[in-house]
């Protein structure tokens, strides 16, 4: 086993039958920065290349359409009350990471990246402070802005969690003209139009409600796009909505439990992956430690259970899917590892490989293909 201090993997192919798997971290403990891994795609085999890029707190990450960039959060609050955003230019021989610059993320506790369809803009969520925020990206890669700075307003019904607004999450839609930011402390999923500009413009209606208490964490969009579905950490749910490209709406279809039945235990979700071939959805449960797997209708978009597969560890904060669809990699973030699981194509199930990378704090993991 590989020891690494890992907090998001985000993985880029390298060659025909390889991928870069770069992993972001935590860096209370023994982690430098950001990792990085080559990645058999034919076979989920995985070799280290080490510390790409020393950082603090390089909890998410997000890469360049163009797959030349790498945007990573610096989740603290140091710099006037805020975190940073940091951009870097990638050697696509060696996995290495160069600085380019970094922003003011104009926000405590940055969590979610999203970059839209053209490159030219990032998007971000920060925590604390409840806001997102839009910037700039420059053919060479270095960020400007902020051009757009949202605070959100609200409280929910769980007093230790939902006191004030928490945004957590910041997603575009495939035809770019929409911005999606589920926020945990108010219940709500923000729907804003997205300008040429780069600017966010709050859609109308500008939200969709959840079941209060709910605390929405993570969204993805179904590859139709005529579907989304929204994690909610704070009572382990699932959400599938009706989404409306052209309009910019979303409505709640059905919510599901991502627990089995008879569990008793404390539980919170993280994340939530659709398959590239929209046949199924992954949820990921700290507490019950286990990747929640679900089919997709295509017709209704409704949920039926496919199954549980535990993680190999504990707390699995972050997970994805490998560009050819056939492997998952699930972040255990309290055990330290990264555990390699084939994908049924046919069912959606979970086989572990037997690849487990001991890696500290895992907690986000992406990919991208590049030639």
């Given at each position: ?5 890992l ?41 280290p ?10 909890s998410?990450?997000?890469?360049h ?7 990573s ?12 955003i ?13 600085e ?35 910037f ?9 802005g ?28 495939k035809?770019?003209?929409?911005a999606?930011a ?30 209060p ?18 994690i ?24 599901v ?13 993280a994340e ?5 071939n ?6 990921s ?5 286990s ?7 295509p ?36 055990t ?5 699981f084939?994908?049924?194509a ?26």
């Amino acid at each position: 086993m590989f020891r690494y201090t890992l907090l998001c993997a985000v993985g880029a192919a390298l060659l025909s039958a390889d991928a870069i798997v770069y992993v972001g971290t935590y860096t209370q403990k023994a982690s430098k920065g950001i990792y990085a891994f080559r990645m058999k795609t034919g076979s989920g085999e995985m070799t280290p290349l080490g510390v790409v890029a020393e950082a603090k707190n390089p909890s998410y990450v997000v890469l360049h359409p163009n797959g030349k960039f790498l945007f990573s959060v610096n989740e603290h609050g140091d710099d006037q009350g805020s975190g940073r955003i940091t951009a870097y230019a990638i050697d696509r021989g060696t996995g290495k990471l160069t600085e380019l610059n970094s922003v003011l993320s104009r926000g405590a506790a940055p969590c979610h990246l999203s970059v839209d369809r053209t490159g030219k803009f990032l998007f971000v969520a920060n925590y604390s402070s409840g806001n997102v925020a839009s910037f700039g990206i420059a053919a060479d890669g270095k960020l400007s802005g902020p051009i757009s700075n949202i605070q959100h307003r609200g409280s929910g019904p769980n007093r230790q969690r939902q006191r004030e607004p928490h945004a957590h999450s910041i997603n575009i839609s495939k035809n770019n003209r929409w911005a999606v930011a589920a926020d945990l402390g108010i219940d709500q999923l923000l729907v804003y139009g997205l300008g040429s500009d780069g600017s966010l413009t709050a859609a109308n209606p500008a939200s969709t409600a959840l079941k209060p208490g709910a605390g929405p964490r993570h969204f993805a969009f179904h590859p139709s796009q005529k579907f989304a579905f929204a994690i909610n950490e704070l009572d382990s749910t699932l959400t599938s909505l009706k989404f409306d490209a052209g309009r910019g709406r979303l409505e709640v279809i059905e919510s599901v439990s991502t627990l089995p039945a008879g569990f008793g235990g404390n539980n919170s979700t993280a994340e939530v992956v659709v398959h590239p071939n929209g046949r199924f959805v992954y949820g990921s449960n700290r507490g019950h430690h286990s990747i929640a797997i679900f089919r997709v209708d295509p017709a209704t978009g409704k949920l039926t259970a496919a199954g549980h597969v535990s993680t190999e560890g504990r707390t699995p904060r972050n997970f994805n899917i490998d560009p050819t669809g056939n492997f998952l990699l699930a972040g255990n973030q309290d055990t330290d590892t990264v555990v390699v699981f084939k994908i049924d194509a046919a069912t959606g199930g979970l086989t572990p490989t037997g690849q487990k990378l001991e890696v500290s704090m895992p907690v986000c993991v992406k990919f991208l293909s590049v030639k």
